[in-house]
């Protein structure tokens, strides 16, 4: 067990700067997940963790020790490949045992320990097959297996669960947190994929090009994010445009296309300020008597509606007619499915509402 | 088209039978014109071959032996001595003339079974198999399918099965005059495979020691510079096919084949010329201090060696390269990230995974360098003899076909089999390489 501390590390190919000056220390058996869109600088930061590459600046410290100049065979990490990388060649029994294979542990004893760990991620007496034998999920676990045969203090884990489909992808995700409660050594995880990280996660750095954008645990980053891409990359949100209108204890009243709207200002907003109102479609409820001079709701004409099973997406007339406003609401049964064309009112809780600075949001 | 093949081998297995027969000796009525033919061994081919059509051209005296020709002049002929053959039926009959040996008829009898047994089974096991064949033609056309099995079987014919048949059936038979072909000393014999083994008859040694020692010789070559193109290879390949990509890769490529696009003949000239008393390499060497005098690099074989490993380098690249691109690069870094050393990823991952490719490029490499020729001739020291000279000298300054023929089937035979057990020890499949 060790704790992974990146000390200011910066990672350039030439002139693209893939990780920007990213700071922060990933604590002694935590689960710890890299989320962001592909493209962000997540692998290449495992890829550092792991020793494939070497930080431009900056430097990875693992258990305290640096780990500049020692390379993927020497460190006590264990990465496990986003197409797994099993040896095709061989039986599940020898993919588990390679690494103690490779470190001169006799056969026996080899047998011994893949058998143990084939217990672990419960495919007991399946050593003899061929990896084409098995299943995806078998597989996944088999790639897990043959990563903690050599006892690496750090797990890394580069979105192995992206090739499974749903309804395996799901089940795994509590498998391997199961498995690191058990074994109880360092996870990183990264992923694209929101859900794999608040559901597994005990701490969650949101990444976006290249730039850590937010740290911490899922409702942290779900409640309250700092930032208007965390806002909008993690789960459903509804983003409002406009100027800061009033500052007042603790909120701020942004002037938007449906008048002014009012939410929790953490970021220090002030008056004549850029800024984004991130409401969630859980926070909205459909309200008879809205009013447009009302800091907590408005109402607008419906342009067109998307069905999409748990949320319902609705397109709201905006000042830009070419572009309408596309929100979000949580298919329950008080949102009756509106005609084209309504008049359509929505109430919202201003302390599940946040300002935030104009900034990059994420792609649709 | 399957129909055509059948009888087509069985015509052709008569027609290897024909000589055989006591044809009461054809050329006879027109001896004056025999003398004057040139007496080397190739004029002997094209008595036997039924359908050679450029025959005519060369010697007219020779159609008469053809099972067509022989109706017409058997009447002419004045006292035909032994077994009379009615004119009228062509159809060969077996009877060996003074004891020779009849099994070389039965073994080309026999293959020519197989096949067209071969041929009735898949015809008569597969209906799919002619459903398939008519789908061939409606797809492609009956032109352009005529066309594609026309040379198809065309190049398996005539390229592959019968000149590889026609040198066996040669190695069978006696060194004659081309008069004495068809006659009755034209009889199948074993004598040339004998000569390989024991050397003249009543020569006094055991065995043909020199022959022997020099086909031995050049197997253990062969092997001996496989490995050494497998050893110079292996990394080269592997560094092309993982490390670098685009542009580096490109121009890895154009230098590999760059040099290749000169004559065979005259790179082994150029190593020549390096390894020469006052070449490159001497010259090098003694400028470096290292050498006092020039030494014999040709001599001592340096030369041929270096030449042999360079002539076939890319029948080794090439496959090893696809072999070893193949593999997820993911695979190394993952036995890399398992604390695996280089030397055990080589051995562990990326060799298992190439080794229908190593296979493949190590077969061909053996293969043509034991059959090379230009290599040893230019470049081979004063003692050293490779076992295709030997066969070169047969049939060019020898002047004897059929002793050549034996040779060369037996340095095939010896090469396949060997192939075939190295195959079996390391595991590998006919159908890995050729997919290679």
């Given at each position: ?6 000390d ?7 002139d693209f700067?893939a990780?920007d ?5 990933i604590?002694?058996g935590?689960f710890?997940s890299f989320l962001?869109p592909s493209g962000c ?5 495992l890829?550092?963790v792991?020793?494939?590459?070497e930080?431009?600046e900056g ?6 020790r640096?780990?500049?100049?020692i ?13 797994l990388?099993l040896?095709?060649l061989?039986s599940?029994?020898?993919n588990?045992a390679f690494?103690?294979e490779v470190?001169?542990v ?5 047998r011994?320990r ?11 007496r399946q050593?003899?097959?061929m ?8 597989r996944q676990?088999?790639a ?14 580069d979105?192995?669960l992206?090739?499974?489909?749903l309804k395996l ?6 498998e ?7 074994v ?7 992923t694209?994929?929101?859900g ?5 996660s005990?701490r969650?750095?949101v990444m ?6 937010q740290?911490g645990?899922g409702a ?5 994010p700092?930032t208007?891409f ?7 949100n509804?983003a ?6 009033r500052s007042e204890d603790g909120y701020a009243?942004?002037e938007t296309s ?11 907003l ?13 926070a909205?409820?459909?309200?008879e ?6 800091d907590t709701?408005?109402?607008?004409e419906?342009l067109k509606?998307?069905?999409?099973g ?8 905006s000042?830009?007619?070419l572009k309408?406003?596309k929100m979000?609401l949580i298919?329950?049964a008080?949102?009756a499915?509106?005609a084209?064309?309504q008049?359509?009112g929505m109430?919202?809780d201003p ?6 600075p104009v ?6 | 088209m399957?129909e055509l093949?059948?009888p ?7 027609a ?7 044809t ?5 009525p027109?001896?004056p014109t025999a003398p004057?033919a040139?007496s080397?061994g190739s004029?002997s081919?094209t008595?036997?071959?039924?359908g050679?059509a450029p025959?005519?051209q060369i010697?007219p005296s020779?159609?008469?032996?053809l099972p067509?020709g022989?109706?017409s002049?058997s009447?002419?002929l004045?006292g035909?001595?032994?077994?009379t ?7 060969p009959?077996?009877t060996p003339a003074?004891g020779g040996?009849g099994f070389?008829?039965v073994?080309i ?7 067209v047994?071969?041929?009735m089974q898949r ?8 459903l398939?064949?008519m789908?061939?033609v409606?797809r492609n ?5 005529a066309?594609?099995l026309?040379f198809?079987i065309?190049w398996?014919?005539f390229m592959?099965?019968?000149p ?6 040669f ?10 072909i068809?006659?009755p000393?034209d009889?199948y014999?074993?004598?040339?495979y ?7 008859e009543?020569g006094g040694?055991?065995l043909?020691?020199?022959?022997l020692?020099?086909?031995f010789k050049?197997?253990i070559?062969?092997v001996?510079?496989?490995i050494?193109?497998?050893l110079?290879c292996?990394?080269?390949?592997f ?10 890769q490109?121009?890895l490529?154009l230098c590999?084949l760059?040099?290749?696009?000169v004559?065979?003949?005259?790179r082994a ?5 390096i390894f020469?008393?006052?070449?490159l390499?001497?010259?090098f060497?003694i400028?470096?201090?290292?050498l ?5 690099f040709?001599?001592?074989?340096v ?6 490993t360079?002539a076939y380098i890319?029948?080794?690249?090439f496959?090893l390269?696809n072999?070893i ?5 993911n695979?190394?870094e993952?036995a890399r990230?398992m604390?695996?050393s280089?030397?055990?990823i080589?051995l562990?991952?990326?060799m ?11 077969t061909?490499v053996?293969?043509?360098t034991?059959g090379a020729?230009a290599a040893?001739n230019?470049?081979?020291g004063?003692s050293?003899?490779w076992?295709t000279q030997?066969?070169?000298q047969?049939y ?7 002793q050549?023929?034996a040779y060369?089937f037996?340095?095939?035979?010896s090469?396949i089999?060997?192939?075939r ?5 390391f ?10």
């Amino acid at each position: 067990m060790s704790s992974v501390e990146l000390d200011h590390i910066t990672i350039r190919f030439g002139d693209f700067v893939a990780v920007d000056n990213c700071d922060l220390t990933i604590n002694s058996g935590e689960f710890f997940s890299f989320l962001g869109p592909s493209g962000c600088g997540k692998t290449t930061i495992l890829r550092a963790v792991s020793g494939f590459s070497e930080p431009t600046e900056g430097s990875v410290r693992i258990g305290g020790r640096d780990m500049r100049g020692i390379g993927p065979n020497k460190r006590p990490t264990a990465l496990i490949f986003q197409n797994l990388a099993l040896f095709p060649l061989m039986s599940v029994a020898d993919n588990i045992a390679f690494g103690l294979e490779v470190s001169g542990v006799n056969f026996k004893e080899r047998r011994r320990r893949a058998d143990e760990l084939l217990e672990l991620i419960a495919l007991p007496r399946q050593g003899d097959k061929m990896v084409s034998e098995l299943s995806g999920g078998q597989r996944q676990r088999v790639a897990i297996a043959r990563a903690l045969a050599v006892e690496p203090e750090v797990l890394l884990l580069d979105e192995p669960l992206s090739a499974l489909d749903l309804k395996l992808r799901q089940h795994m995700r509590s498998e391997l947190r199961a498995i690191q409660q058990r074994v109880g050594i360092t996870f990183i995880y990264i992923t694209h994929d929101q859900g794999e990280a608040l559901t597994m996660s005990d701490r969650i750095a949101v990444m976006s090009d290249g730039i850590v954008q937010q740290v911490g645990n899922g409702a942290d980053i779900y409640n309250n994010p700092s930032t208007s891409f965390v806002a909008s990359f993690v789960g459903e949100n509804n983003a409002f445009q406009g100027k800061v209108i009033r500052s007042e204890d603790g909120y701020a009243v942004i002037e938007t296309s449906f008048g002014p709207l009012r939410g929790i200002n953490k970021r220090g907003l002030s008056e004549g300020d850029d800024a984004y109102l991130f409401i969630r479609p859980e926070a909205l409820r459909p309200f008879e008597g809205a009013d447009a001079s009302d800091d907590t709701s408005f109402q607008s004409e419906i342009l067109k509606e998307e069905f999409e099973g748990s949320f319902l997406h609705v397109f709201l007339r905006s000042d830009n007619e070419l572009k309408p406003v596309k929100m979000a609401l949580i298919n329950d049964a008080s949102i009756a499915r509106h005609a084209i064309g309504q008049n359509f009112g929505m109430k919202f809780d201003p302390n599940f509402a946040v300002a935030l600075p104009v900034g990059e949001l994420a792609d649709e | 088209m399957n129909e055509l093949t059948g009888p087509e081998i069985t015509m052709m297995a008569q027609a290897q039978i024909t000589p055989s027969l006591p044809t009461p000796s054809a050329p006879a009525p027109e001896t004056p014109t025999a003398p004057s033919a040139p007496s080397n061994g190739s004029f002997s081919i094209t008595p036997s071959l039924p359908g050679s059509a450029p025959t005519p051209q060369i010697n007219p005296s020779i159609t008469p032996q053809l099972p067509g020709g022989a109706p017409s002049i058997s009447p002419s002929l004045p006292g035909s001595t032994g077994t009379t053959v009615q004119p009228s039926n062509p159809a060969p009959e077996p009877t060996p003339a003074d004891g020779g040996i009849g099994f070389a008829e039965v073994f080309i009898a026999i293959v020519a079974a197989l096949l067209v047994a071969l041929f009735m089974q898949r015809k008569a096991g597969k209906l799919s198999a002619n459903l398939s064949a008519m789908q061939f033609v409606q797809r492609n056309g009956l032109a352009i399918s005529a066309y594609l099995l026309t040379f198809t079987i065309g190049w398996i014919v005539f390229m592959i099965i019968l000149p590889q048949l026609y040198m066996f059936d040669f190695s069978f038979r006696h060194n004659l005059l081309p008069m004495e072909i068809g006659g009755p000393k034209d009889v199948y014999t074993l004598k040339n495979y004998k000569y390989l083994m024991f050397g003249r008859e009543g020569g006094g040694e055991m065995l043909n020691w020199l022959h022997l020692a020099v086909f031995f010789k050049t197997i253990i070559a062969s092997v001996i510079v496989t490995i050494i193109n497998f050893l110079l290879c292996y990394p080269l390949a592997f560094f092309m096919a993982q490390m670098v990509k685009g542009r580096g890769q490109r121009l890895l490529f154009l230098c590999l084949l760059l040099p290749f696009w000169v004559n065979e003949i005259l790179r082994a000239f150029a190593f020549k010329l390096i390894f020469a008393e006052l070449g490159l390499v001497n010259a090098f060497l003694i400028g470096l201090g290292i050498l006092d005098q020039p030494y014999d690099f040709l001599g001592a074989n340096v030369a041929l060696y270096t030449g042999l490993t360079y002539a076939y380098i890319l029948l080794m690249i090439f496959p090893l390269y696809n072999a070893i691109e193949s593999l997820d690069h993911n695979q190394i870094e993952a036995a890399r990230d398992m604390g695996a050393s280089w030397l055990k990823i080589h051995l562990r991952i990326v060799m298992p995974h190439a080794k229908p490719g190593i296979a493949s490029g190590c077969t061909m490499v053996f293969m043509l360098t034991a059959g090379a020729l230009a290599a040893p001739n230019i470049l081979g020291g004063p003692s050293s003899l490779w076992f295709t000279q030997i066969i070169y000298q047969w049939y060019n300054t020898g002047g004897n076909w059929p002793q050549g023929s034996a040779y060369a089937f037996v340095l095939l035979l010896s090469c396949i089999i060997f192939v075939r057990i190295m195959m079996r020890v390391f595991k590998v499949g006919l159908g890995d390489i050729a997919k290679r």
